[in-house]
């Protein structure tokens, strides 16, 4: 059973940073392609940012520069590291993974950024 739980949202103000974790069981993320998504209520779900097996890491012009992934595979983490947050950052944040062709998500995590 695979499960990937998003953590570390909440509620900061412009130009504050946050730490998210998305912390998997049942997939080895170290070996399958990990993407970071966001939502805001009522629009569709946004790629932005893309970890991939080997390459170069995947990031939407709208983060570049500001976010980071990195993972840690001793933890089966993956951490999106999010600086100078501006109040159009604020959605729900998800991560996916796929694993024998089906897409794995989390429950995502909040992230409120006050201007």
């Known amino acids: 059973q695979v499960q990937l739980v998003e953590s570390g949202g909440g509620l900061v103000q412009a130009g504050e940073s946050l730490r998210l974790s998305c912390t998997a069981s049942g997939i080895i993320l170290s070996v399958v392609r990990v993407h970071w998504y966001c939502q805001v209520t009522g629009k569709q779900r946004d790629l932005i940012a893309t970890k991939p097996i080997i390459g170069t890491t995947y990031y939407a012009d709208s983060v570049k520069g500001r976010f980071t992934i990195s993972e840690d595979n001793a933890k089966n983490t993956v951490w999106l590291q999010m600086n100078s947050l501006k109040p159009e950052d604020t959605a729900v944040y998800y991560c996916?993974?796929?694993?024998?062709?089906?897409?794995?998500w989390g429950n995502g995590t909040l992230v409120t950024v006050s201007s």
């Open positions: 996916n993974a796929k694993k024998g062709g089906v897409d794995y």
